[in-house]
């Protein structure tokens, strides 16, 4: 149990175009989602968190109006990166969390996002 | 969000030999948390130590936790080609009630066959 799909898990983009990526959670309910960067070689920075039904909190440094986090249902979170440019190409990876276990975090397996 | 440090940032070792990656902390814990990533994928969570725990293991995994020194060790033995991966520590700070992870910089770990 506890599987979080991301799709797509490869995107290649024109600079000034909108990429939305989208991270399921397949067999539970997930009422917190969390959205992180990675850059190669480095660990997870934390984006946002999302609550089913309310807006994202996103993380000092993170642009609200660049990246749009929609967490529609308790098994949907959708990010939109917008106007994309070179500087977003990066690896995004989502996570969830269940209602029995707050504690531990579920990821996808990841969207590598290229754009140029 | 990064508090965490982990040491060794690499390490290479033979297949069969044992694998000691180390993470420290900063702050008063909840729990501490390993998780793997393989390389271009997500992570998958590993074992969870919580702040009351010295040790815990978890089939060829054993994870130590001393809170005096903020500290965690995550020990795999007998190594095999497959555990080739990134490690890395997670904590949850003991105020926090979103349990938000506070991540380590990570270990890439190398298994030489």
């Known amino acids: 149990g506890a599987v979080v799909s991301q799709h797509p898990s490869w995107v290649i983009c024109k600079s000034g175009t909108s990429v939305k990526i989208e991270c399921r959670s397949l067999?539970?309910?997930?009422?917190?989602m969390f959205w992180y960067r990675q850059f190669p070689k480095q660990s997870l920075m934390l984006m946002a968190t999302s609550n089913e039904g309310s807006k994202a909190t996103y993380e000092q440094g993170v642009e609200k109006d660049k990246f749009l986090i929609n967490h529609a249902s308790l098994t949907l979170s959708t990010l939109t990166v917008t106007s994309a440019h070179p500087e977003d190409s990066s690896f995004y990876i989502c996570?969830?969390?269940?209602?029995?276990?707050?504690?531990?975090?579920?990821f996808g397996p990841g969207t590598r996002l290229l754009v140029l | 969000s990064q508090q965490g440090e982990e040491d060794p940032q690499a390490l290479s070792i033979q297949e069969g030999e044992n694998a000691t990656m180390n993470c420290s902390y900063k702050t008063s814990i909840n729990n501490l948390q390993w998780y793997r990533q393989n390389s271009g994928r997500g992570l998958v969570h590993l074992i969870l130590i919580r702040s009351n725990e010295r040790e815990k293991h978890s089939g060829r995994l054993r994870v130590t936790l001393d809170t005096s020194k903020k500290s965690s060790s995550l020990l795999i033995t007998a190594s095999r080609a497959a555990d080739t991966a990134s490690y890395f520590c997670a904590t949850i700070n003991e105020r926090d009630s979103n349990y938000q992870l506070i991540w380590g910089a990570g270990t890439k770990l190398i298994i030489k066959p």
């Open positions: 067999d539970f309910q997930a009422t917190t």
């Open positions: 996570s969830a969390k269940t209602d029995w276990n707050q504690e531990t975090q579920y």
